[in-house]
């Protein structure tokens, strides 16, 4: 499997305003002069060596991962603003000849994880397939009403593109079989009218996407379901939109502090732990403050071992 960045924000898109864009600017500046970068052909190695708190964005677009499969298939986790990019990329390809078929999972359908949906570009051309899977009954109106008048111009139903809709159910007996070595399990997640988690194994590789989750010192400890779903994950990518001050403030408002997610990671073997669905109100370098902060506090905990990242668009994981 191959894991894609498209967008890492909660709640609604963040881009990088002018004041953060010179700050920045600036302390590239600074190391330049600080490193007499002279040059022309040096500055690739100069960028290529900067810290990663100025080397990367970690991106204004909201939520939208890409899992390729082994055999090639395109899976899409939500459809938040990230989705537009994707859909660009994708249509460099089969997609722009109407001849792509994508398979679209959605967690939940708040704005934030199906805004981009209406600028994915694949969805305008005849021919191409979207399968979209759901745990939710309604998820086709859901899909439809956000892009119906006076909301949007074009009507989601009358785009050219084939829509099939395949429900998850849940409790799964059995985990879905999506190719002949490939299985997909959901899980349910405490937020506010509802999310899931989705499990992908392959290869004996787990990939678990579990965002807009509110997970507490409690939850962790005290389901079986719980333990048995996440435990063992080689890639988790978890919400961690909150410090452990906003997460005893913002109760039930459906997610869960950096701190906290590092306990589930600990909890939970979990080799890799990327957080995401970042608060739109930080700056990157807020959110770099809180994955120090985060790797901090994972030093203070026996026997974890578990890499921590800070999740930013256009990141790439292979499994």
């Known amino acids: 499997m191959q894991i894609r960045f498209w967008g890492t924000r909660g709640s609604l898109p963040a881009p990088i305003n002018n004041k953060e864009y010179r700050d920045r600017l600036y302390r590239i500046l600074e190391l330049s002069i600080k490193n007499r970068l002279n040059k022309i052909e040096d500055i690739d190695n100069f960028i290529t060596n900067l810290p990663n708190e100025l080397q990367y964005l970690c991106g204004g677009d909201t939520t939208c991962v890409s899992?390729?499969?082994?055999?090639?298939?395109?899976?899409?986790?939500?459809?938040?603003?990230?989705?537009?990019?994707?859909?660009?990329?994708?249509?460099?390809?089969?997609?722009?000849?109407?001849?792509?078929?994508?398979?679209?999972?959605?967690?939940?359908?708040h704005w934030d994880h199906i805004q981009g949906l209406p600028f994915f570009k694949p969805i305008y051309i005849a021919g191409n397939i979207l399968n979209i899977y759901s745990p939710y009954e309604n998820q086709q109106a859901a899909?439809?009403?956000?892009?119906?008048?006076?909301?949007f111009p074009a009507k989601f139903q009358d785009t050219p593109s084939t829509k099939n809709y395949y429900l998850?159910?849940?409790?799964?007996?059995?985990?879905?079989?999506?190719?002949?070595?490939?299985?997909?399990?959901?899980y349910p997640l405490k937020h506010p009218q509802g999310c899931y988690a989705?499990?992908?194994?392959?290869?004996?590789?787990?990939?678990?996407?579990?965002?807009?989750?509110?997970?507490?010192?409690?939850?962790?400890?005290?389901?079986?379901?719980?333990?048995?779903?996440?435990?063992?994950?080689?890639?988790?990518?978890?919400?961690?939109?909150?410090?452990?001050?906003?997460?005893?403030?913002?109760?039930?408002?459906?997610?869960?502090?950096?701190?906290?997610?590092?306990?589930?990671?600990?909890?939970?073997?979990?080799?890799?732990?990327?957080?995401?669905?970042?608060?739109?109100?930080?700056?990157?370098?807020?959110?770099?403050?809180?994955?120090l902060l985060a790797l901090e506090?994972?030093?203070?905990?026996?026997?974890?071992?578990?890499?921590?990242?800070?999740?930013?668009?256009?990141?790439?994981?292979?499994l």
Not at 143 to 151: D, I, K, V
Not at 250 to 271: E, F, L, Q, R
Not at 299 to 318: A, C, K, P, V, Y
């Open 67 to 109: 899992v390729k499969s082994n055999s090639g298939k395109l899976y899409i986790i939500d459809c938040g603003t990230g989705l537009r990019r994707l859909g660009d990329f994708l249509m460099m390809g089969e997609c722009s000849a109407g001849k792509g078929e994508l398979n679209i999972m959605i967690t939940h359908n």
């Open 143 to 151: 899909l439809e009403n956000q892009m119906a008048s006076p909301y």
């Open 168 to 186: 998850i159910e849940y409790p799964q007996k059995n985990p879905l079989q999506l190719e002949e070595d490939l299985f997909l399990s959901i």
């Open 198 to 291: 989705y499990k992908f194994v392959q290869n004996n590789k787990s990939f678990i996407f579990a965002t807009d989750a509110e997970f507490t010192g409690e939850a962790i400890e005290s389901s079986g379901a719980t333990i048995d779903f996440f435990t063992n994950a080689d890639i988790l990518v978890l919400d961690s939109q909150y410090t452990l001050d906003e997460a005893f403030i913002k109760v039930d408002w459906g997610h869960t502090s950096y701190t906290m997610a590092v306990n589930c990671a600990s909890n939970w073997n979990i080799n890799k732990l990327i957080l995401t669905h970042h608060e739109p109100a930080y700056s990157d370098d807020i959110l770099q403050s809180n994955h």
């Open 297 to 318: 506090h994972a030093q203070l905990l026996s026997n974890i071992h578990t890499e921590i990242l800070l999740g930013r668009e256009g990141m790439i994981f292979d």
